[in-house]
Nanobody
């Protein structure tokens, strides 16, 4: 069973930066695709970014492209989400996701097998 633990959320002013971390255990990390999703109150959970273990490809939502960067450290079993130029509309709970599947529809929540408990990001204007 894969366990995911996020950290790094907090309160930041618009234009600021935060780095989220997600530590994984219970599976060979290098064969896990890793992703980040977010969910604002009253809204559906939405895709933010992902990295595929099988192709090495990274994916981003249009709303964060150029501002957010997903990266992973296989030696530390950790995936990161560097968030720059934050906007109030980025305010949400951010969730880490993982999947060992070879083929994965990364933008679809139901594709992912494991989820973390989430970390809150609040961007003030």
């Amino acid at each position: 069973q894969v366990q995911l633990v996020e950290s790094g959320g907090g309160l930041v002013q618009a234009g600021g930066s935060l780095r989220l971390s997600c530590a994984a255990s219970g599976h060979t990390f290098s064969t896990l695709s890793m992703g980040w999703f977010r969910q604002a109150p009253g809204k559906d959970r939405e895709f933010v970014a992902a990295n595929s273990w099988s192709t090495g490809t990274t994916y981003y939502a249009d709303s964060v492209k150029g501002r957010f960067t997903i990266s992973r450290d296989n030696a530390l079993n950790t995936v990161y989400l560097q968030m720059n130029s934050l906007k109030p509309e980025d305010t949400a709970g951010y969730y880490c996701a993982a999947s060992p599947r070879l083929f994965l529809e990364v933008r679809t929540t139901t594709s992912w097998n494991y989820w973390g408990q989430g970390t809150q990001v609040t961007v003030s204007s």
